[in-house]
């Protein structure tokens, strides 16, 4: 049906960067909202950014704000997150999150991707 694959993960330094980006594919007719969450180790999942399918808007975590930018690229169907200042504190599993309507399907259904881990440690 859907897959949403993340990619981009990885080890890095404090104050490095990273972008992860995720790709939505399958039988998909429209996207409204993509996002991405993030889960660390003993703790419940939380939203990171979202954004619109027009990328008009957008919603940060106060925690993120100013070092992270969502994008998208609507014409495949791809999602990035782009992290900068990274810290400690941001390590954790970060999810791909989109509203997607299936060419098959009567309303626009969640779906997530795997998770790609972030690991920020000197």
């Known amino acids: 049906q859907v897959q949403l694959v993340e990619s981009g993960g990885g080890l890095v330094q404090p104050g490095g960067s990273l972008r992860l980006s995720c790709a939505a594919s399958g039988n998909i007719f429209s996207i409204n909202d993509m996002g991405w969450y993030r889960q660390a180790p003993g703790k419940q999942r939380e939203l990171v950014a979202t954004?619109?399918?027009?990328?008009?808007?957008?919603v940060y975590a106060d925690s993120v704000k100013g070092r992270f930018t969502i994008s998208r690229d609507n014409d495949n169907n791809m999602v990035y997150l782009q992290m900068n200042s990274l810290k400690p504190e941001d390590t954790a599993v970060y999810y791909c999150n989109a509203d997607i309507l299936l060419w098959y399907d009567s309303d626009f259904k969640d779906y997530w991707g795997q998770g790609t881990e972030v690991i920020v440690s000197s």
């Open positions: 954004i619109t399918s027009g990328s008009k808007s957008t």
